[in-house]
């Protein structure tokens, strides 16, 4: 974990400590003049590395409010840095606080605070260590910005409130109008609040609070809540001082409270806030710093590089994640295969012993399969009559002269010895006998067996043809029919058909 060096700036002093889990531990002070200057840079090297933040407690802070048409993107900050240089010429270390929109004025109109370390000179050498070691600072902090930021995030303060603080730099005295900071003053050399200092801690409050009057900022009816911060001990001491009037109310506000409920693990040193200001300008990001970009490029350098490493650490990660869960994929395959070849055996084994136990069969077991295999092929291929039978009817209801004296079919293979087992044909022969007294009349019976072989035709795949006719056409014999034949004259003509069976779909 990255080490965090907290800097505290006052007008004699800087103040170092290193953040660790919550608790603020003090790692050494550096008077404002070359020899602290040289110690400072000694530690800085000593130290090897970490991140520095600066918070500054002085006097020389301006504060100025302004309304400004509400703009975005880079028209924004073109208009803010153009007004904080005119604002305060000749300082690079100020920021502007967004304090809501007006509501007296345009519709669009945004109210700003424009905050400033008007003396840059004295934090200059302090920053030039920081430079030549290449140590990144990740900002430099207002203690009226932090104490704003508290204030918003712990408390709703009233519409207007004054904030009491005391620290090493003095007694600090921030005025918060609308929620927001509006004015904040520093009085020097009142670090701690005692029997002796009580009433010039009163009289730096009254001081402040005409002041507030006579710049308009407080309406000239109403009571100003203010709110000093500090333990009991000390406000015992501080309260005979304090006098409330029709102006002005006092309040007294535990510090222990205050750093329990931002998680300090450090107790409070009686009403010193510090080691709440530091432990909470580390643990809120992305508060308002003055610092320009160049004073931070080393620490922008440093979270390019943190990031790369942790895209790194994180594709790292994730591989192992990955190549863990294919291990897991594949060792479970591998169980199941190893329990499948396992069952495998057993039921090889099961099965060998059904077959010993079975009864010895008449035959071979290939002979009774192919003999099976052979039956099942004869018995999908065996033809029936049906078909044809069910159209030679029909045809026979058409010609009501017709008789139907005999019908016979027969199966037929034309498989050779060698050649494999085929499915089987079969034909078939219709007797049928025409009326005896069509007899004399040759050319009717012609008719009648023409007529009757066109309806058996009718029907696709029904073959039939004529083996035998009733009378014979013949080209090299007579004209005549069966009853002149000099074999025993039929009683009736008659007419012979055959057909051939399909086989089963």
């Known amino acids: ?58 006097v020389e802070e301006g504060f100025h409010a302004d309304t400004l048409p509400s703009v975005r993107g880079p028209d ?20 502007a606080l967004s304090v809501g929109h007006d509501r007296n004025g345009r519709r669009h109109d945004e109210r700003f605070l424009f905050v400033a370390l008007t003396r840059p000179a004295i934090i200059d050498p ?11 600072l990740t900002g430099i902090h207002s203690v009226a ?9 712990l408390a709703r303060p009233a519409e207007r409130c004054l904030l009491v603080t005391l620290a ?69 001491h501080l309260a005979p001082a304090l006098a409330d009037t029709d102006e002005r109310t006092h309040h007294h506000t535990e510090l222990s409270d205050i750093a329990h409920k931002i998680g300090l693990q450090t107790p409070a040193a009686h009403s010193n806030t510090l080691p709440v200001l530091l432990h909470w300008m580390v643990r809120e990001s992305g508060q308002l710093q003055l610092a320009p970009p160049p004073e931070r ?109 005999t019908i016979e079919w027969r199966y037929r293979t034309q498989d050779t010895p060698t050649a494999p087992v085929s499915a089987p044909q079969a034909e078939g022969r219709a007797l049928l006998s025409l009326p005896a007294p069509m007899i004399a009349e040759r050319r009717a019976m012609i008719a009648t067996t023409e007529s009757f072989l066109a309806d058996l035709a009718r029907s696709p795949g029904k073959a039939a043809r004529v083996t035998r006719m009733p009378v014979e056409l013949q080209s090299d014999r007579a004209f005549r029919s069966t009853t002149t034949s000099t074999a025993a004259p039929p009683a009736v003509p008659q007419l012979e058909v055959s057909f051939a069976l399909e086989d089963p779909p």
């Open 145 to 153: 910005l932090l104490l704003d930021s508290l204030v918003q995030r």
């Open 297 to 405: 490029r080393t620490y922008r350098l440093w979270q390019a590089r943190q990031a790369i490493i942790g895209t790194g650490v994180a594709l790292c990660a994730a591989a192992l994640l990955f190549a863990a869960k294919l291990w897991f994929e594949t060792d479970t395959l591998d169980q199941k295969t190893q329990q499948l070849r396992v069952q495998n055996v057993a039921l090889q084994a099961h099965l060998a012993q059904l077959q010993t136990e079975l009864p010895p069969l008449p035959a071979p077991l290939d002979d009774l399969r192919s003999a099976l295999a052979t039956l099942d092929l004869l018995q999908r291929g065996d033809p029936t009559p049906r078909p044809w039978l069910s159209h030679l009817s029909r045809a026979l209801d058409a010609h009501p002269e017709l008789t139907l004296d």
């Open 168 to 236: 090493p730099g003095g007694m600090r005295q921030t005025f918060i109008d609308q929620g927001h900071l509006r004015f904040s003053r520093l009085a020097p050399g009142l670090t701690e609040i005692s029997a002796d200092t009580a009433t010039r801690c009163a009289s730096e409050i009254l001081k402040t609070h005409s002041y507030l009057t006579g710049q308009r900022m407080l309406p000239r009816s109403g009571r100003l809540p203010i709110y000093i911060v500090c333990d009991a001990a000390d406000y015992t």
């Open 1 to 58: 974990m990255t080490t965090r060096h907290l800097l505290y700036l006052d007008a004699n002093i800087l103040h170092s400590f290193r953040w660790q889990h919550g608790s603020i531990v003090p790692t050494g002070h550096y008077p404002a003049d070359d020899t602290g200057i040289r110690a400072f840079a000694d530690a800085v090297r000593q130290a090897g590395g970490g991140l520095y933040t600066l918070l500054v407690d002085l």
């Open 126 to 136: 302090w920053l030039q260590v920081l430079r030549a070691a290449n140590a990144p």
């Open 76 to 95: 924004r900050q073109a208009m803010l840095e153009r007004k904080r240089s005119q604002t305060f010429f000749g300082t690079p270390l100020s920021g």
